[in-house]
């Protein structure tokens, strides 16, 4: 099978059908003509166009008397769109601290453009600002501000630091996992029990030694953890979470 990085690039709104097949989907199971052109604003014509050039790349199943469903190839690659939008979000809001309005138009602006390697670096960047030890609240709050003397927020990182490594002791001598994790918390996975299948399954999914994890909903009533991987929707079972071992960020 090709795979979704070597196909040609998707024009900006080709990308914009493919997200919206996939997001209704997720809400309904099912994706029609009529209510993608709802969700995206255009013309059923206009959708009917799009969708034979999304067939045509294999990136969907798509027969005009039947639903629109994404192929595996198309589920990837829609993974892939939702994850710079969701990764450039974040970083604007997080890191830039824009309001969530402006932080979402941009992110639809910019999301297009940027290749894989780029999200990465994001992705690293925003963990390493919301993860450091140093207290970077004063240029958080005005990024134009700098402090004069370090000796402040360096006796902060250092007793952060040392929090930190005492937590994660803690942490590592109970066992904790990731189903104990609370919801909203980050985690660093420390390891994975199981058999070789088990654990590579996981890798797949980038949970692996030293892969940070944020908790984004918790349903007990269906056994099941939904995670923030690397900019990635992440789902396990209860019992998969229960022999991921982790320690808090």
Not at 14 to 33: G, N, P
Not at 68 to 84: D, Q, S, Y
Not at 212 to 222: G, N, R, S, V, Y
Request: glycine share 4%; charged share 30%; aromatic share 4%.
């Amino acid at each position: 099978m090709q795979s979704v990085k070597t196909l040609p690039r998707l024009s900006s709104a080709m990308e914009d059908y493919l997200e919206a097949i996939y997001q209704l989907e997720k809400e309904r199971r099912i994706a029609r003509v009529r209510d993608i052109a709802r969700r995206l604003g255009v013309k059923m014509s206009s959708v009917s166009s799009a969708l034979k050039s999304l067939n045509s790349r294999g990136l969907i199943s798509y027969d005009p008397h039947q639903y629109i469903t994404l192929t595996e190839r198309g589920i990837a690659k829609a993974k892939e769109i939702v994850r710079r939008h969701e990764v450039l979000k974040r970083f604007l809001s997080n890191v830039l601290q824009l309001e969530d309005d402006a932080a979402e138009d941009n992110a639809c602006r910019m999301e297009h453009q940027l290749d894989p390697e780029v999200i990465d670096r994001l992705v690293g960047l925003a963990q390493f600002v919301e993860t450091c030890p140093v207290d970077q609240t004063r240029w958080l709050e005005g990024l134009r501000d700098s402090c004069e003397d370090c000796t402040s927020c360096l006796t902060t990182a250092k007793k952060k630091l040392l929090d930190r490594a005492k937590a994660q002791r803690a942490a590592l001598a109970k066992g904790m996992t990731l189903a104990a994790a609370d919801l909203g918390s980050q985690v660093i996975v420390e390891s994975v029990k199981g058999p070789a299948k088990f654990r590579k399954e996981l890798s797949m999914q980038g949970l692996e030694s030293g892969t940070i994890a944020q908790i984004e909903d918790k349903q007990p009533e269906a056994g099941t953890l939904h995670l923030n991987v690397k900019g990635y929707h992440v789902s396990v079972t209860q019992a998969e979470a229960s022999k991921i071992l982790v320690k808090p960020v």
